[in-house]
């Protein structure tokens, strides 16, 4: 899997859009980009997936650059209960392997 | 999105004891599950791949008789925690993966174990 590389924390105040950046500048072409999320003390919570086109669910959104070097999550109109730790991960479906976490961006969302 | 349960959520036992925690996938076949734990502040590890009819994959350093996995059919997977010691404290979180959505890997609530 490509090596992620994330900010260790973001402030995002409530009612704004939170954007997390990613850099999977390795990436490969057959490798998707996933996000997940991890608030205290709960597994991680699957939010989206894609591959080159960008991508929108009723979670979020993810933007990802046309040279695939890099990506961003959009959560937008942010709430308290987004603050967690998130998760990018580089990683061909198929290939039979877990996902890789690395350390993350913790995401405060303050009032 | 599909969904995951473990089984019990929270467990308190002795040092010495074996703990049982069941990993279920609810709306889907997972012929594969994988089993993480992660110490307070970290990330989660890769303890080991579980898949159907077959015996686990262990990742290095982890004891495959003291983490006993059997994953006995296509929703459930069991992670049995062997003579448990205070060091086994720690939050284990299992995950499936469903293959009808594009491979995407689907985690559950974690168990949070503390042995006295």
């Known amino acids: 899997d490509a090596k992620t590389t994330q900010p260790t924390s973001m402030d995002c105040a409530e009612g704004r859009a939170a954007n997390l950046p990613c850099n999977h500048s390795?990436?490969?072409?057959?490798?998707?980009v996933y996000w997940y999320r991890q608030i205290h003390s709960q597994g991680p919570q699957y939010i989206i997936h894609?591959?080159?086109n960008n991508e929108t669910n009723e979670m979020a959104s993810l933007i990802i650059t046309e040279d695939r070097k890099s990506s961003t999550l959009i959560r937008p109109h942010a709430t308290l209960r987004d603050t967690a730790v998130y998760y990018c991960?580089?990683?061909?479906?198929?290939?039979?392997?877990?996902?890789?976490f690395g350390k993350g961006t913790s995401l405060l969302v303050t009032p | 999105g599909a969904v995951v349960s473990q089984h019990p959520s929270r467990v308190i036992c002795k040092s010495g004891t074996s703990v049982k925690i069941e990993c279920r996938s609810l709306?889907?076949?997972?012929?594969?599950m994988f089993w993480y734990r992660q110490f307070p502040k970290q990330s989660l590890m890769l303890m080991a791949t579980?898949?159907?009819?077959?015996?686990?994959?262990?990742e290095q350093g982890v004891e495959k008789d003291k983490f006993l996995i059997n994953h006995a059919s296509l929703t459930l997977s069991t992670l049995t925690v062997t003579s448990a010691h205070p060091e086994d404290s720690s939050f284990y979180i299992c995950?499936?993966?469903?293959?009808?959505?594009?491979?995407?890997?689907?985690f559950g609530p974690g168990t949070r174990l503390t042995v006295l």
């Open positions: 995950s499936a993966r469903d293959y009808g959505t594009r491979d995407t890997q689907y």
């Open positions: 390795t990436i490969s072409g057959n490798e998707y």
């Open positions: 894609g591959l080159k």
């Open positions: 991960i580089a990683r061909s479906p198929g290939s039979g392997y877990a996902l890789n």
């Open positions: 709306d889907f076949q997972a012929t594969t």
């Open positions: 579980s898949n159907e009819g077959s015996k686990a994959t262990y």
